[in-house]
């Protein structure tokens, strides 16, 4: 077993945040819209896990923690722009009408965008390992 902030850690969690990119086009395709938003934001969800234990940060107990020390060490200080602290926390907020508003009805247009934006955060996140 690996530890957290090890880079075998960090890249498995990358390759968590490309296989979830994967499932999320997929099921994008198959119309299962509420899955689709639930795996675009697991993707943004697995980079940041990848990015904070690549700094060293202690993981986090909450997905709010994880956005909260995100914008705080990579948004903040400049490393990251604005826009992908916002499109983590929408993806998170469509995460949760999805996950757990059981009338929710997702868009597929929104979910696309969504996947899109998810798929941009990665890049921009691996960017900073180069």
Sequence with gaps: M???SSP??????LQLADEALDDAAFLLQGNRLKAAANRAYYAMFHAVQAVLASA??????THSGAINLFSRY?????KVDRVFAKDLQDAFDLRQTSDYDVYAVMGGEVVGETIDRAKAFVAEVKRLFA
């Design 2 to 4: 690996t530890t957290e």
């Design 8 to 13: 075998e850690y960090v890249e498995r969690e």
């Design 56 to 61: 060293g940060v202690r993981r986090p107990r």
């Design 74 to 78: 990579w948004v903040r200080t400049g």
